[in-house]
């Protein structure tokens, strides 16, 4: 039997520009009830050496990094290392050597556009002609954030910052829909957080506390059996569902996503979310959904079917490349990974 997990990637801590300790971090994703986290420091796997990957109450905290170039360009999340590579390598050599090394590899923050605040400029990805990466961001809350920021809507965007989320960019979704025309590249939904304090006129706030971004963008994984106790056991299983697609995202804010499921029934069994299976006549796409939603089957980038309601099972009549989109009320909840059917 089949399992769902759900967990937050993309955690910044104290080890790099985080505002709260690994432990303090970790243990907020138990209070959400997360069943893991991703921690992704810049350039450091100090807290993996010094022994924090691991359980933390009921949440599995495990350890990666997120890499820059020497420019601080082409951020990308590597998880799956035990030591650092060379910092001054260029993506087109870090992605690589990443996955020889048999790390997975996310692309953070890929289409990010930034339009209000300076200070921070946009670290969009620019290498798209290196292969090697197993996934990229499409939903990042923080890169959302950023690009929705303006002077008019700034105190509201600080004050509500989950309230601003509205849907992966239509730019970052073609996108993924063409990578997977060609190879099989997950896509997950980040939080990025930092959690920095910033100064708004006589105000001091704390944008994103943790708390509030895991309550946000959350990854849904479909794993075999439940996650295991043992670490080493659990990590392969977290990554090897990263690796194989099985993957949904949802922004927590419309409803816990976690009891959603789509999968393809065929007089053979069914094809799971990140599963492949050879076209015949007589397959359905069936999808349940926790609340009422607007949901929508895309083929090949473009919609195929549309429906109201909680649960339906739609005739797939042709071969491509599926997934699912869900909608409450106009705004993203949930996003699967790809169905090849070919
Ligand atoms: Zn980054
Ligand atoms: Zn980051």
């Given at each position: 039997m089949?399992?769902?997990?759900?967990?937050?990637?993309?955690?910044?801590?104290?080890?790099?520009?985080?505002?709260?300790?690994?432990?303090?971090?970790?243990?907020?994703?138990?209070?959400?009830?997360?069943?893991?986290?991703?921690?992704?420091?810049?350039m450091?796997?100090?807290?993996?050496?010094?022994?924090?990957?691991?359980y933390?109450?009921?949440?599995?905290?495990?350890?990666g990094?997120?890499i820059?170039d020497?420019?601080?360009?082409n951020?990308?999340?590597?998880?799956g290392?035990?030591?650092?590579?060379?910092?001054?390598?260029?993506?087109?050599e870090?992605v690589?050597?990443?996955?020889?090394k048999?790390?997975?590899g996310?692309?953070?923050?890929?289409d990010?556009i930034?339009?209000?605040?300076?200070?921070?400029?946009s670290y969009?990805w620019?290498?798209?002609?290196v292969?090697g990466?197993?996934?990229?961001?499409?939903?990042?809350h923080?890169?959302?954030?950023?690009e929705?920021?303006?002077?008019?809507n700034?105190l509201?965007?600080?004050?509500?910052p989950?309230?601003?989320?509205?849907?992966?960019?239509?730019r970052?979704?073609?996108?993924?829909?063409?990578?997977?025309?060609?190879?099989?590249?997950a896509?997950?939904?980040?939080?990025?957080?930092?959690?920095?304090?910033?100064?708004?006129?006589?105000?001091?706030?704390v944008?994103?506390?943790?708390?509030?971004?895991?309550?946000s963008?959350?990854?849904?994984?479909?794993?075999?059996?439940?996650?295991?106790?043992?670490?080493?056991?659990?990590?392969?299983?977290?990554l090897?569902?990263?690796?194989?697609?099985?993957v949904?995202i949802s922004?927590?804010r419309w409803?816990d996503?976690?009891?959603?499921?789509?999968?393809?029934?065929t007089?053979?069994?069914?094809?799971?979310?990140?599963?492949?299976k050879t076209?015949?006549?007589?397959y359905?796409?069936?999808v349940?959904?926790?609340?009422d939603?607007?949901?929508?089957?895309?083929?090949n980038?473009?919609?195929?079917?549309?429906f109201?309601?909680?649960?339906?099972?739609?005739p797939i009549?042709?071969?491509g490349?599926?997934?699912?989109e869900?909608?409450?009320?106009?705004?993203?909840?949930i996003?699967?990974?790809?169905?090849?059917?070919?």
């Open positions: 089949s399992e769902v997990i759900t967990g937050c990637i993309h955690i910044h801590t104290t080890f790099s520009d985080g505002n709260k300790s690994f432990e303090e971090v970790a243990h907020i994703a138990d209070d959400v009830g997360l069943d893991f986290i991703m921690v992704s420091d810049h450091t796997l100090q807290p993996l050496q010094e022994g924090k990957e691991g933390y109450g009921n949440t599995l905290a495990i350890i990094y997120e820059h020497p420019n601080n360009k951020h990308y999340l590597v998880f290392l035990n030591n650092i590579l060379n910092p001054r390598l260029p993506a087109s870090y690589p050597q990443a996955a020889e048999g790390a997975v996310i692309i953070a923050h890929p990010e930034r339009n209000y605040i300076h200070k921070y400029p969009p620019t290498e798209w002609g292969g990466f197993n996934g990229i961001e499409i939903w990042n923080m890169s959302e954030w950023m929705r920021l303006r002077r008019f700034k509201k965007m600080f004050i509500f989950r309230r601003s989320l509205q849907s992966p960019t239509k970052i979704l073609r996108k993924w829909d063409e990578l997977n025309m060609k190879g099989k590249i896509g997950v939904g980040s939080v990025d957080v930092h959690a920095f304090p910033y100064k708004l006129g006589p105000l001091r706030l944008v994103f506390p943790y708390k509030v971004q895991f309550k963008i959350r990854t849904h994984l479909i794993i075999e059996r439940e996650l295991s106790k043992d670490i080493k056991t659990a990590k392969g299983q977290i090897g569902a990263i690796r194989d697609c099985r949904f922004n927590y409803g996503a976690s009891r959603f499921n789509a999968e393809i029934l007089k053979d069994g069914v094809v799971q979310i990140g599963g492949e076209f015949e006549e007589g359905r796409m069936q349940k959904i926790p609340k939603s607007q949901a929508a089957i895309i083929r980038g473009k919609v195929y079917a549309r109201n309601g909680k649960k339906a099972e739609i009549s042709a071969p490349l599926y997934r699912v869900v909608k409450r009320s106009g705004k993203g909840w996003y699967t990974n790809h169905f090849k059917i070919i």
